[in-house]
């Protein structure tokens, strides 16, 4: 049951480009949206989360698109840095819900 | 920086055994999950824990899990009789307020069962 999907499992972008990443959601009820960052050997990181009643959340060089006809979210990081090189994982919630689904995460890779 | 702590960071166990994996989460928070991570797959809500007692668990978390605040600062995750498919990382998360999702994760505990 992939209420979360990330298609691309893996990324790969130039340095001082843009990265962008990708994910769908079926569940009509979700309405609070979240990529989580993951290095080897640590716990999922929180970046930046969007509601539904927006469509866009920007934080420095995270910048969150979501469109909710298309159930539809990106998550856009520019330029990319090498230490961007993470699993990025989107995750998604509904309403007064304390559970978190997470996609399956797109491993990305900056290569200088 | 306050940081959510997880012990053990591996841990091997024969099939049938009990385990208890171990969480502080951070010292002023006050919600508390369990989520695992089996290798390859997508990071998974096993539990969520409020005001001493489970708000919310997933179809995951059946008869053979239990979680238990014993004290103010431990979290635990006690696997009565461990399952081969119990293999996993095991991730505690807190936070400080009402659900933001905004969680904070510690660094997780890898179980092996054999």
């Known amino acids: 049951d992939q209420q979360v999907k990330q298609n691309s499992p893996s990324l790969s972008v130039q340095e001082g480009r843009i990265s962008i990443l990708n994910c769908d959601y079926t569940?009509?009820?979700?309405?609070?949206f979240l990529w989580y960052k993951k290095y080897p050997a640590e716990g999922p990181t929180f970046l930046i989360s969007i509601s539904s009643i927006k469509d866009k959340n920007e934080d420095g060089r995270f910048t969150v698109f979501l469109n909710k006809s298309a159930k539809h979210l990106s998550l856009h990081i520019v330029p990319s840095q090498p230490g961007d090189s993470a699993v990025y994982f989107c995750?998604?919630?509904?309403?007064?819900?304390?559970?978190?689904?997470f996609g399956t995460g797109t491993r990305l890779t900056i290569i200088p | 920086e306050p940081e959510v702590t997880q012990t053990p960071s591996h841990q091997v166990t024969q099939m049938g055994q009990e385990v208890i994996l171990r969480c502080v989460p951070i010292s002023n928070h006050l919600y508390f999950y369990w989520y695992r991570q089996i290798l390859g797959q997508k990071v998974e809500f096993l539990v969520s824990?409020?005001?001493?007692?489970?708000?919310?668990k997933s179809e995951i978390f059946d008869d053979q899990f239990s979680v238990e605040r014993p004290d103010g600062s431990n979290f635990t995750l006690k696997i009565r009789s461990t399952k081969l498919e119990d293999s996993a990382m095991y991730f505690c998360?807190?936070?400080?307020?009402?659900?933001?999702?905004?969680?904070?994760f510690g660094e997780g505990s890898r179980l092996t069962v054999l």
């Open positions: 824990f409020y005001n001493n007692e489970i708000s919310e």
């Open positions: 998360a807190s936070t400080a307020g009402a659900f933001t999702g905004e969680l904070f």
């Open positions: 569940n009509s009820m979700f309405d609070y």
């Open positions: 995750a998604a919630s509904a309403y007064k819900n304390e559970k978190l689904t």
